[in-house]
Structures are given as structure tokens and as C-alpha cells.
């Protein structure tokens, strides 16, 4: 065994432990949509169809449910994921001329 050579595997006798490999799973954040009085029924469903894959009848859903209950799911994504789809949806509603509100809140 030398101490000069820093390619030779010396532990000088001391038990030494592998570091486990630490795989954090990233954070997840829920994307959700608001209720308002004035964006039309059907252009909120198409909004969850044609930005968050949802089928018309879940759409449908989805959107009686927010409208009832003032808020709901779009899904659950990536941060980075999140935020495009908040910021797309938002700009969209815009450019419509409605008022629709995405957000999004850690999981
Ligand atoms: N409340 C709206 C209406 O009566 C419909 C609506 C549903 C608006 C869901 C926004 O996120 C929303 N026209």
C-alpha cells in the first residue's frame, strides 16, 4: 500500500461507506382553473381540451366543476411544465377578450 499513490484504493483501515445515490423526485404543482360570471361555458371546455388532453365529457365536467365549485384541477405537472401552461392558458383567455384565471399551487 503507498500513500503516494492517489489511483490505490486505501482506506488506511477505516470502514468507508458508498454514498447513496440520492434521487429526488422533482416537486409537483396542481394547475387550476377559476370561476368567473363572464368566460363562456364552452370556451373553458375547449381550453382543457386542447391544452390539458382532457376528452370532451371530462372537459365537460371539469368545467361544471369549477363553475359550482369556484376552482379545479387542469392537472399536475413539472414546475417548468406548470408555468408554460398557466402562462399560455392566461394568454389565451386574453386574447379572447375573458377574464378565465389559471394558476397553480404546489402539491
Ligand atoms: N361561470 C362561467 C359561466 O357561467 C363558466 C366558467 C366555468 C368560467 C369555469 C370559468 O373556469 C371557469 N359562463
Known amino acids: 500500500m503507498s500513500d503516494?499513490?492517489?489511483f490505490e484504493d486505501s482506506d488506511d483501515g477505516l470502514a468507508v461507506q458508498e454514498a447513496k445515490?440520492?434521487?429526488?423526485?422533482?416537486?409537483?404543482?396542481r394547475v387550476i382553473l377559476l370561476n368567473d360570471d363572464f368566460t363562456p361555458m364552452d370556451f373553458v371546455v375547449e381550453v382543457l381540451m386542447d391544452f390539458f388532453g382532457m376528452?370532451?365529457?371530462l372537459a365537460t365536467q371539469v368545467m361544471l366543476q369549477?363553475?359550482?365549485?369556484?376552482?379545479?384541477v387542469c392537472g399536475t405537472y413539472t414546475k417548468d411544465v406548470a408555468e408554460t401552461k398557466v402562462t399560455i392558458v392566461n394568454e389565451y383567455a386574453r386574447e379572447h377578450q375573458?377574464?378565465?384565471?389559471?394558476?397553480?399551487e404546489i402539491v
Open 4 to 6: 503516494l499513490n492517489p
Open 21 to 29: 445515490p440520492k434521487l429526488q423526485k422533482p416537486p409537483l404543482y
Open 55 to 57: 376528452s370532451e365529457e
Open 66 to 72: 369549477i363553475h359550482t365549485q369556484g376552482v379545479g
Open 98 to 104: 375573458h377574464p378565465l384565471l389559471c394558476s397553480m
